[in-house]
């Protein structure tokens, strides 16, 4: 069992920055795929980003790719996304989700890889 605590959302004005985290216990954060996806009113989840569990790949939906960063600290047990130039269209509740299988990272743009999921952070960004 792993629990995700998400952090560190908020309102920002576009061109601003903001750095999320996520708080992982209770099992196995160091040897998982991390994934940051998001949601918003009305609209699908969709794929934000994800990392391996030795931080050795990182992949990004195209429409973050160049803004947003993923990282993690596994001796910290957290992810981060950290997000620059924010856009209008970047407001969404921010998840994250802990893959455990081995080979998760190659489906990592597919939510049902994942084993477990945070509640939620939420990122309202104002033009």
């Known amino acids: 069992q792993v629990q995700l605590v998400e952090s560190g959302g908020g309102l920002v004005q576009a061109g601003g920055s903001l750095r999320l985290s996520c708080a992982a216990s209770g099992g196995a954060f160091s040897r998982s795929t991390m994934g940051w996806f998001r949601q918003a009113p009305g609209k699908e989840r969709e794929f934000v980003a994800a990392i391996s569990w030795s931080a050795g790949r990182m992949d990004y939906a195209d429409s973050v790719k160049g803004r947003f960063g993923i990282s993690r600290d596994n001796g910290k047990n957290t992810v981060y996304l950290h997000m620059n130039n924010l856009k209008p269209e970047d407001s969404a509740v921010y998840c994250c989700?802990?893959?455990?299988?081995?080979?998760?990272?190659?489906?990592?743009?597919?939510?049902?890889?994942?084993?477990?999921w945070g509640q939620g952070t939420e990122v309202t960004v104002s033009s």
């Open positions: 989700a802990a893959a455990t299988s081995l080979t998760a990272y190659s489906r990592r743009t597919d939510p049902a890889r994942y084993d477990y």
